[in-house]
């Protein structure tokens, strides 16, 4: 176990709805990134936050944004969900940002878009 | 072009084999270098960092090759529990923690 909590496991939404994806962080870790994983697919990097702030995003629409919060938990929100939006949605978490701390993933959530 | 680039497989062993996997980037600039593993629709595992020098954990060696940016993984003597997918990952420079996962290889060890 990691130590990293993320709900709900499992999630079915139609298109065009929104999502908020939750992500509890292992205890003493500050930095939170979130990755996506479609079916057949490596984990694409979404965001990562440090102390509260967005320090870095990967290649994904203004649709998806997140928030982190004092206690170093994170949201992934997910606006006008396309069909495409279908996978598992993977949070991490870090002691840091530096580029030798190791992350600490948890389950995800696997979200269907139909 | 993909930024990492993996054979998706699946390779399918038998028990007791030794079977590599290969993985290239293309970064140059990229400083950090990983092997996770990920079960069937669980989350990834750090399986070993890659060194320049190589480097063995057990039955599991690393290499690394920055002139041809590419990655191995090789693993002896094969047991059913190393079924899996093997993902290569690479982290950029300046990207912090911020890895870059290669599509991942499937391994199938058989009886």
């Known amino acids: 176990e990691t130590g990293v909590t993320q709900s709900p496991t499992h999630l079915i939404k139609t298109r065009g709805q929104q999502v908020t994806l939750r992500c509890s962080s292992q205890?003493?870790?500050?930095?939170v990134s979130w990755y996506q994983q479609a079916l057949g697919q490596g984990p694409q990097f979404i965001f990562q936050?440090?102390?509260?702030?967005?320090?870095g995003r990967g290649n994904f629409p203004p649709r998806f944004s997140g928030l982190q919060f004092p206690n170093y938990s994170s949201e992934l929100n997910v606006n006008a969900l396309e069909l495409d939006d279908s996978a598992l949605y993977l949070c991490?978490?870090?002691?840091?940002?530096?580029?030798?701390?190791?992350?600490?993933f948890g389950s995800g959530t696997q979200l269907s878009v139909l | 072009r993909k930024e990492v680039e993996q054979d998706p497989g699946p390779f399918n062993v038998p028990e007791g084999a030794t079977v590599a996997f290969n993985c290239t980037y293309s970064?140059?600039?990229?400083?950090?270098f990983f092997w996770y593993r990920q079960d069937c629709r669980k989350e990834p595992k750090l399986l070993m960092s890659?060194?320049?020098s190589g480097n063995e954990d057990g039955r599991f060696t690393a290499q690394l090759n920055r002139a041809s940016q590419y990655i191995s993984l090789l693993i002896r003597d094969s047991k059913l529990s190393d079924s899996a997918t093997y993902l290569c990952?690479?982290?950029?420079?300046?990207?912090?923690?911020?890895?870059?996962f290669g599509g991942g290889t499937r391994l199938m060890v058989k009886p």
């Open positions: 991490a978490s870090s002691p840091g940002q530096a580029t030798n701390e190791k992350l600490f």
């Open positions: 205890s003493g870790h500050n930095t």
């Open positions: 936050y440090y102390r509260e702030e967005e320090n």
């Open positions: 970064n140059s600039a990229s400083q950090s």
């Open positions: 890659v060194y320049s």
């Open positions: 990952v690479v982290n950029p420079l300046n990207a912090g923690n911020m890895l870059t």
